[in-house]
């Protein structure tokens, strides 16, 4: 093998192994319930994929797009203008191993947004330039932060997110891991979409690829509890008042 073919197979083995996303710390995978590489062109049924306010989706250049919604559809709403495309995976159970590659592309971050989250308002990871917050019920709680990752726009990042009744922990691959457990994590959404959850930044576009999403057992694995005592401790910080329940 002569040497710029040796450097070239080399090259291709480490940006292989860059684009990995991490493994498992917490669950145990149990059945794969949804795989998509975006290859090839396929239809978004709403029993999957749910567009939310109005934001457009498309597979295209082997990558899951998505925009904002249409200027028509902005001129014609009072709120919910559809600013930042967003999209809920309702195929998520409620227990997961989700692992995907994402980038956020153009468009200026806002107050809430970009974020992943997990069943819409319960469990929420945004990213800032102040650093990336994980956050529970309705954003009233911050349960963990990393203010030294700054996410980079037009970036690819391989992300494992797994939850487990109350806990929950987010691997980004060559940077932090955020990790809680707390009650709100166990709840359902209240509103708004089930399962992965994803917003962009303000007329900005997102990109998702190589998303899988798994099952898990019932136990967690028998190495979780060494690894989470390794883990950052987060005091909670309450950053606004709960909303009123409804009557």
């Known amino acids: ?22 493994k498992p710390v917490l669950a145990i995978p149990n059945q794969i319930v949804l795989h998509e ?43 919910h203008f559809g600013y930042e495309p967003r999209l809920s995976v309702s195929a998520t159970p409620k227990n997961f191993i989700v692992s995907l590659k994402i980038r956020f592309i153009g468009g200026h971050e806002t107050a809430i947004t970009p974020f992943i989250e997990f069943d819409h308002h319960v469990c929420r990871v945004r990213f800032s330039q ?7 019920a309705h954003e009233v709680w911050k349960v963990a932060e990393a203010c030294h990752f700054i996410w980079q726009p037009n970036q690819w990042y391989s992300i494992t997110a797994e939850r487990l009744g109350s806990e929950f922990v987010m691997q980004i691959k060559d940077g932090p891991t955020l990790y809680a457990d707390h009650p709100a994590f166990g709840e359902s959404a209240t509103s708004g979409g089930s399962g992965l959850g994803v917003a962009g930044p303000r007329k900005g576009e997102i990109e998702i690829d190589d998303l899988t999403i798994w099952s ?7 190495s979780w509890p060494a ?17 009123a329940k409804k009557k």
Do not use: H
């Not at 080399?10 to 684009?19: G, Y």
């Not at 102040?130 to 529970?136: E, F, N, Q, V, Y």
């Open 1 to 22: 093998m002569n040497r710029l073919l040796l450097i070239a197979v080399v090259t291709s083995l480490a940006c292989t192994t860059r684009a990995q996303s991490p």
């Open 227 to 243: 690894k989470r005592a390794k883990l950052p401790t987060f005091q909670p910080v309450q950053l606004k008042k709960p909303r």
């Open 130 to 136: 102040k650093g990336a917050t994980l956050l529970a």
């Open 37 to 79: 590489k975006f290859d090839q062109a396929i239809s978004l049924p709403k029993n999957t994929w749910l567009p939310r306010q109005g934001t457009r989706w498309s597979v295209e250049d082997g990558v899951l797009r998505g925009k904002q919604s249409s200027p028509e559809y902005q001129a014609s709403k009072q709120d």
């Open 216 to 222: 898990i057992q019932k136990q967690a694995k028998s």
